[in-house]
């Protein structure tokens, strides 16, 4: 994995720290999740990553005006009920600096107050050693993406390999962390049936209290017509978009419907095989797709309160 670069701590953000997930629009289903934003950016050089186009510098930078991230939560969280599921790797990797400038040591810190609240931290990397001592672990879930080596190997240029997650993923349950894994993005390619259903096997072999995994998500590969448009120009488009894929309801690209049922329908089954009880929930995904993969009966009232539904476990 890459050494973290030369973030910038000097830039001020002007606007909220915390919004909602904004979905993806076009009757895709959102987990309803809460972003917290105090970084921006990544030094992993995933080949994917939306922020190449949707930031003018994809860079990491922790903005330096951590304080008003906290006075925000303080006046959003008055008067609050039920769970509120925060995460902060929407924009950044969450402890890929974390050595470094302990920022997720720092949420945590300022959400420990609020009994109701779970923060999640998304990463790629292996850097958890340092969260050790943060006060109440049980309330924080370390989430790590994962994916075949193959792919990780393709496309994640600068992360952590998958054996190095898992084995931070075990520390972490060690540490009294709940964890999370997200298969997003899935690639369709040939053998990705039996390499994902390994990865599956791999994680049961490294953690072995399945009520430690808070949930896990499953997302086919989608993106903006604006990224493969960025990557043609340097010729690395391919083998991203050398599958066969649709402009979606919401305008992004993504596998055609019955080939996210196959990805979907074959995870679900390999995670039932290790746990009958695998919180899985599909990313953004068709309410047609929820039916076709045989996983709708996981969300009878809809998947925010499902995700809310574990949350409330995790707070118990």
Known sequence: MLKPAVLSSRIPFKGEFWKPCPGTGGGYLCCGYQILSPAQGCGMECRY???QVYCDDPGPVVFSNYEDLERE???KMAGR???????????ADSLFAEPEFGLSRRVAATLEPYPKVVVEFKTKSTRVDTLEGIARPQRIVIGFSVNTSRMIATFEKGTAPLAGRLDA???CVAMGFHVAFHFDPMFIYDGWEDDYRGVVAEIYSHVKEPGSIAWVSLGGFRTTPSLKKHLRRSGT???????????????????VRRQRVALFSAMQDEFTRHDPHAPLYLCMESPEVWEASEMA????????AYLDKQAERILA
């Open 73 to 75: 939560v303080a006046l």
């Open 237 to 255: 488009h391919l083998p991203l978009f050398a599958g066969e894929m649709i402009t979606g309801s919401d305008g992004k690209l993504r596998y």
């Open 169 to 171: 993923a075990a520390r």
């Open 297 to 304: 009966w996981r969300i009878p009232q809809g998947l925010p």
């Open 49 to 51: 990553c939306i922020l």
């Open 81 to 91: 009920e039920g769970p509120v599921r925060f995460g902060t790797g929407e924009l």
